[in-house]
């Protein structure tokens, strides 16, 4: 056997994580003067141990370096050293960058000093893929970075805020830190918040991805977060709470669309229940609350505050620690929002070839939104408690210049809590209306949920490097437990639903994966296995849910078998063809599957079928499917500008959906896979890279999303009001036709903007305009009770939105203090959310005498988007 034979044999047994990578690949070619090849120039990245030589035909490689921007030397005895500044590198890309030597006597030291520019084209990307660098995060408009995402091409947003891509369902993303899965087993989603002050870049993968990525159907979004480095820095940052006041909180709030809402019968009063949820927090017993590592704090604190430090610790010893706090109020009546944020990362580069990492991150959120049903009994309305805490060890081990591999162990515990004040579900009282038969005048919501998920995973993964191909492959697996608790409307004559239970599931994975880079086209060919055992039990036919019992003379649920394993083979294909240095055609095609969170085949895990209308859990449901292609095209019009269009397509299967079921009289509402839909879809990207003080980023996505259901739940309600499931295509809830997105940057510096009267007041400005257009989204009109209208055959009206941040920054020696000023909905226009069904607009009910309805009921503010937002805020750097 040769000794590459060996190492590829070994390269494989050793695999590659289900994370994605978190390092770049630096390759190119230097030449002397004349053209002519050069073998043994010493390649180096300053700051860092990394470094190689040209190999014999004066090429070279470096890969799993970092992201973030370089300084390159190319070096060589008889030759001045070339020095290449503000070298970008981006994680699981390759930046060219070639370099040229001139010769110089040998006792000289000349350095050739080039200052890089970003690559206008990246020529081995084979699908959508979007890298937001550290800097352009903290300068948008935005809350944090789930806002950055609903600006990129093929992302919207629904009524509630949930992310779409692509016409997929919410829950269709899969976030990463690191390269590490933070997913909620539970729920399905990532619920956690990241400091953005904190993430040196995040990658957005939409549509199609490679074999190294699963569980997703829709996108990948990788958050890399920062590192020590070997110099000491840091960030103190404060942004107040909304300084103008919202309208809802007085009276009047809706007087511009009739006087008599001025009056008191629809009058706000507002509610702070900031104070309300840190006395239930607090005073409850230590084991009331999910525990979350790092208990959440209460500061005396308005608005948000976070720092963030990071430097060398001890010798080779480096830490980045950030934290965030967050207190803010709801601009609706009532409500309120607390967030905590605690990141520690260390590394420790033992030698050259050897590095250890660890990180901890703990975030916590205490929240209650408002509700409309609860106007006038705020503190009986539900509150939620949501604890997301990850510790993750790493180990990187660099066998020679092209071949290294991972291996991470991770714990991360996601604690659940909603309830009502500090009540045990034994002391809720049953809900009851006031007059209005509408608004709830006493008693208390009927949700009572305290579910906490351990999951530990072990990823080991490798690259390896051998002249055009660069090889993954690799293995993960994951085991939970799922201690699940609730109880719904527990009270005398409610339907005293609830759940007890702990599961143990475990998920297992690998992949291999070659992406071949020739000068003429870059090929990336994968293929994926994931395999989960729910170890959970099921009816073997939910058909035959009920058994006759002789012994009680009446029916009861059938007995249960442990659910089947799943697996699936996943291949992956993608590929790009330069044209041109300036034009280069790609085209992706994959099949991508998604399990079910487990709370859809956990819930009512004893079966229960003695409810009216019973829904139970499935954990027979299988992966949903997506098949999609994409093809696209991405040319450089100027030195500066870009132009990037795709079409996409998805043909989406076994979508989660539930189905009713029914023998003899007794009904059952049980999840499955009946649900499908189709997407096509136009993606346009046209960027102007910095050229003096400004930037311009413009998304547009044209888009179709029709399927028979829009959320697993459709189904429920379906059997609840006895209609069948649809059988045909509509347009789902989320598909919005047109969106558009265009953020507008200026970058001053010292000497920008001329002088007045001594000064230079646009010096060391900083200001992003970001303005967000989309059309309406669909909704079924009510027309007559006889007559059937097509489901979502009317639009809702257009939304638009104009957000403006602005900072000014000085120097004091080391020191960098700046004032910003936020201004969110510029216009403060009026964005509808909701609408009547009878008129479309969101106040007009159409029809007068219907039960429960008033104009104080008809008036709810959830219905408009937020209005104008504008806060302050003062930051210091070093």
């Known amino acids: 056997m040769t000794k590459h034979s060996r190492s590829l044999l070994l390269f494989l047994l050793l695999g590659q994580v289900v994370s994605a990578g978190v390092g770049g690949k630096l390759a190119g070619t230097v030449t002397s003067k004349d053209k002519v090849k050069m073998v043994g120039v010493d390649v180096l990245i300053e700051g860092t141990s990394m470094g190689t030589a040209a190999d014999k035909n004066g090429e070279y490689f470096i890969i799993n370096v970092p992201p973030g921007s370089y300084t390159i030397r190319f070096q060589m005895i008889g030759y001045k050293t070339a020095v290449h500044q503000s070298v970008q590198v981006v994680s699981d890309f390759t930046t060219r960058l070639d370099a040229n030597l001139e010769p110089v006597a040998l006792d000289a030291r000349e350095e050739v000093v080039v200052v890089a520019t970003r690559p206008l084209i990246q020529r081995d990307a084979t699908a959508t893929i979007r890298v937001i660098s550290a800097e352009d995060i903290v300068s948008m408009p935005v809350n944090n970075f789930k806002d950055v995402l609903a600006t990129q091409a093929g992302f919207t947003t629904d009524e509630s805020g949930g992310i779409h891509v692509r016409g997929g369902r919410t829950k269709e993303i899969l976030y990463m830190i690191d390269g590490v899965i933070v997913r909620d087993p539970m729920e399905g989603d990532f619920s956690g918040t990241v400091n953005q002050n904190a993430i040196q870049e995040m990658t957005v993968i939409s549509g199609t991805f490679n074999a190294e990525y699963g569980q997703a159907m829709s996108s990948v979004v990788n958050i890399v977060t920062k590192e020590g480095g070997d110099k000491f820095h840091g960030r103190l940052e404060y942004t107040s709470d909304q300084l103008n006041e919202s309208p809802y909180h007085k009276s009047g709030a809706f007087a511009y669309l009739d006087p008599n809402y001025a009056d008191e019968d629809t009058a706000f009063q507002y509610v702070d229940l900031r104070e309300g949820l840190f006395s239930y927090y607090n005073s409850t017993p230590a084991d009331f609350y999910p525990s979350a590592l790092i208990p959440l704090m209460e500061i005396p604190l308005n608005g948000q505050a976070s720092l963030s430090l990071g430097g060398p610790l001890w010798r080779n010893f480096s830490y980045y620690l950030s934290g965030l706090y967050s207190s803010e109020a709801s601009p609706l009546a009532h409500g309120g929002d607390i967030n905590q944020d605690v990141q520690l990362r260390l590394s420790n580069q033992i030698s050259s070839k050897l590095k250890l990492g660890a990180h901890l991150h703990s975030s916590s959120k205490l929240y209650q939104n408002y509700s409309h049903s609860w106007k006038y009994a705020p503190q009986n309305n539900s509150h939620t408690f949501k604890s997301n805490d ?90 939970h437990i799922l201690e699940i608790y609730s109880e719904e409307d527990p009270w005398l004559g409610g339907t005293n639903f609830k759940d007890d239970t702990t599961y143990t599931p475990n998920e297992m994975s690998f992949f291999l994966q070659d992406k071949i880079e020739f000068d003429y086209l870059i090929l990336n060919l994968g293929l994926r296995y994931d395999r989960i055992d729910p ?344």
């Not at 162990?409 to 209005?436: C, F």
């Not at 095609?589 to 709370?599: A, E, L, M, V």
């Open 390 to 479: 990850r510790l993750s060890l790493s180990l990187t081990h660099t066998l020679s210049e092209a071949w290294f591999y991972n291996i991470h162990i991770s714990s991360q515990d996601v604690g659940t809590k909603t309830g009502v004040q500090d009540l045990d579900p034994a002391d809720y009282e049953r809900p009851q209306t006031d007059a209005s038969v509408y608004f709830y005048a006493s008693g208390n919501q009927g949700i009572y949920k305290d579910n906490l998920s351990h999951t530990k995973s072990l990823n080991i993964n490798s690259t390896y490097a051998t002249g055009d191909h660069l090889l993954k492959g690799g293995f993960n697996y994951a085991r």
């Open 535 to 878: 170890r959970i039990g099921m009816w073997e036919d939910i058909s035959s849910f009920a058994v006759w019992d002789s012994s009680l003379q009446n029916w009861v649920s059938a007995p249960v078998i442990d659910a089947p394993v799943e697996s699936k083979w996943s291949p992956r294909i993608g590929l790009a063809y330069p044209v041109t240095e300036n034009t280069v055609f790609h085209f992706s095609y994959g099949h991508f599957f998604q399990s079910p969170d487990f709370n859809a085949m956990t819930y009512n895990s004893e079966k229960d079928i003695s409810a009216a209308l019973p829904l139970v859990g499935n954990a027979g449901v299988k992966p949903q499917k997506t098949v999609a292609f994409e093809v696209g095209v991405k040319q450089a019009l100027s030195p500066i500008t870009r132009l990037t269009a795709t079409v996409w397509s998805k043909d989406i299967r076994d979508l989660l959906s539930t189905q009713s079921y029914r023998i003899i009289s007794i009904p059952v509402v049980v999840y499955t896979n009946t649900d499908y839909a189709s997407v096509k879809g136009v993606d346009i990207s046209l960027d102007r890279q910095f050229s003096g003080a400004f930037s311009a980023n413009l998304s547009y996505t044209l888009s179709v999303a029709r399927g028979n259901n829009s959320s697993p739940i459709s189904g429920y309600f379906s059997a609840y009001e006895n209609e069948e499931i649809p059988h045909k295509e509509y347009y789902l809830d989320f598909d919005q036709r047109h969106d558009l997105s265009l953020n507008l940057s200026y970058r001053g510096g010292p000497k920008s903007g001329g002088s007045l009267m001594g000064l230079r007041p646009l010096a060391n400005v900083n200001a992003n305009l970001l303005l967000n257009v989309a059309s309406g989204l669909p909704y079924t009109p009510f027309v007559d009770p006889t007559i059937q209208v097509e489901e979502n055959s009317a639009r809702k009206p257009w939304i638009y939105s104009l957000d403006l941040r602005v900072k000014k920054q000085v120097s004091i020696g080391a020191l960098q203090p700046a004032l910003f000023l936020e201004i969110m909905n510029l216009t403060d226009h009026e964005n509808v959310l909701n609408v009547n069904s009878r008129t479309g607009k969101p106040f007009d009910q159409g029809s007068t005498g219907l039960v429960g309805s008033s104009d104080d009921s008809n008036l709810n503010p959830a219905k408009l988007g937020p209005g104008r937002a504008i806060k302050a805020g003062v930051s210091v750097g070093w």
